[in-house]
């Protein structure tokens, strides 16, 4: 070969190559953005969440904690989020574990078409990449972390499965039940989506086998189904025996409320507000309606498809969808949560119809992949900046913060706001990150031993949670101030023009922002 073949050869390497991974540097951008631009992330459970791990990170050296919460680690799922964020909290502070962990549950959300749709099609098609779209949903706004890592992480493990389901017999037995395990102490629900996906994908490849011309049925299972089989009992047996011997009792769990067919319907009507709630307002509003008849369009003129093979899983996962209780072990919309699950999926299993799978694109293809990623980065920079503009509203919560003493007792609160819109900026857990910088008692953490969480307070003050109602107070209540006195030296009240009842005159304010007040009781340490 010549040497300027070679290097036309090279450039045309060095094409496939750009045109096969610049996708995933999308997916790279779509997760890093947002948490770059980002003091505190604007998510709403994700304030409660990171404070545990401020005292998971600090506890064995913190006389002051000591005396409020306990370490409580078993075996259970639902531990994604304490278990990423301590091993990286060893390495760097607290608040870049956490967002760390974001990033890879971005990330994985993001990846989840894409993975897919390489496992479907041979390669990432413009549909897949719209699922991008998908990725900063109103899951991610209620901060459901360990679910939403969950579900990303089930979704790219479905992928691996389809991709590798015929490979060595030793990953099928070995790989995939270790993984399978991962998933589960990552989310119950993200364990139950990943074994309905790949299940209801082996139960189609298998009824496509079967099928035999003339109408006959051939029922033998091959060697490969049989040893997938395997693979998947293998892959469900340790999950379901950990979650018999430590999951929910019945005494902690207390409502599992169905909620009616007429709501699951009206959630998959609202499903693209709820997918791509509006950031950049016209942009996003136009999305909503533009998106889903385009989707619609294209399947009714079969110009594309969705892949035989995921029918079954699709089908499987709406059928969950509409047996899912909108409350289920005490926890509320696990319904609403298998929205961004379904999309995801969705996006990821459409192909053209007139395109092999793994076939060259075309040239309005190629287009049209263009032109995802332009919607796909115009949504991010959005929700970047968006994100970025919490900075001011979070501040003067952090400028509160650095007049609490260690070894203070804080109580929060918000006066009727709107109720639990999220809207704007979510606040009603940011007081709880006082921990980020002090040694310091709050109420209504996520620590408790039947939640399945890492920490629980300790039984001389878990009481105090239910002194008072909150954090947030509606229709005009008040905080309880008779039952608070002498339990609390400090006060963050948010809005406290909505109580009821005035703040007794023994609280002293010695902090005041635009919403924002921090009161010291008159027996309390003074600030340092």
């Known amino acids: ?70 370490t409580s680690w078993h075996a259970a799922p639902y531990l994604a989020f304490d278990g990423i964020v301590q091993a990286f909290a060893r390495l760097v502070p607290v608040d870049v574990a956490g967002k760390i962990f974001l990033v890879l549950m971005f990330g994985m959300l993001a990846a989840a078409p894409l993975a897919l749709s390489q496992a479907v099609n041979g390669r990432v098609t413009p549909v897949a990449l719209l699922g991008l779209l998908f990725v900063y949903n109103d899951t991610v706004r209620l901060g459901f972390t360990n679910y939403l890592f969950g579900i990303g992480f089930a979704l790219c493990a479905a992928a691996l499965w389809i991709r590798w389901r015929t490979g060595p017999v030793l990953s099928r037995l070995l790989f995939f039940p270790l993984l399978c395990s991962l ?107 533009a998106l ?17 093979a995921m029918r079954w899983p699709l089908a499987a996962l709406l059928l969950l969808f509409f047996a899912m209780p909108m409350e289920l072990f005490s926890g509320w919309g696990a319904d609403h949560r298998l929205l961004p699950a379904l999309g995801l999926l969705l996006m990821g299993s459409m192909r053209p119809a007139a395109v092999a799978p793994g076939g060259e694109r075309g040239r309005v293809e190629r287009w049209a992949l263009l032109l995802a990623a332009l919607l796909v980065m115009v949504r991010v920079a959005a929700v970047a900046d968006q994100w970025r503009k919490s900075n ?14 260690d070894g203070s007792r804080m109580y929060f609160a918000f006066g009727h706001a709107g109720g639990q819109n999220i809207g704007g900026y979510p606040v009603y857990h940011l007081p709880t990150l006082v921990l980020a910088r002090r040694d310091v008692y709050v109420p209504f953490l996520f620590a408790t031993d039947s939640g399945g969480f890492t920490l629980a307070y300790r039984k001389e003050v878990e009481s105090w949670q239910r002194l008072s109602p909150g954090p947030v107070l509606l229709n005009g209540a008040s905080p309880d101030w008779a039952a608070l006195s002498g339990r609390f030296d400090y006060y963050l009240l948010v809005d406290e023009r909505h109580f009821r009842d005035p703040v007794p005159a023994s609280l002293s304010p010695v902090f005041q922002g635009k919403s924002v007040k921090l009161y010291r009781a008159s027996a309390a340490a003074a600030p340092r």
Not at 211 to 235: H, M, V, Y
């Open 1 to 70: 070969m010549t040497g300027q073949a070679m290097r036309v050869a090279a450039r045309a390497g060095a094409g496939v190559t750009w045109r096969r991974w610049w996708p995933w540097l999308l997916v790279l951008g779509a997760a890093l953005l947002p948490v770059l631009a980002a003091q505190v992330p604007p998510l709403l459970d994700y304030h409660n969440h990171l404070a545990r791990q401020y005292i998971l990170a600090r506890a064995d050296g913190s006389d002051a904690l000591a005396q409020w919460y306990r």
């Open 183 to 289: 998933v589960f102490f990552s989310h119950l629900l993200g364990f139950v989506l990943y074994v309905l996906v790949i299940g209801s994908y082996e139960f189609g490849r298998w009824f496509d086998d079967a099928r035999q011309p003339g109408g006959s049925w051939r029922w033998r299972l091959g060697r490969d189904q049989r040893l997938n089989l395997a693979s998947i009992a293998l892959q469900c047996a340790l999950p379901l025996a950990i979650f018999a011997a430590f999951g929910p009792s019945t005494e902690s769990i207390t409502r599992n409320t169905y909620g009616g067919l007429a709501r699951k319907f009206g959630l998959l009507l609202g499903a693209p507000g709820y997918l791509m709630p509006p950031v950049l307002w016209s942009f996003d509003r136009v999305l909503q309606v």
């Open 292 to 308: 889903p008849l385009t989707l619609l369009a294209l399947l009714v003129s079969r110009r594309w498809r969705i892949d035989p």
């Open 392 to 405: 001011p509203v979070y501040a003067e919560y952090l400028q509160a913060f650095e007049l609490v003493p």
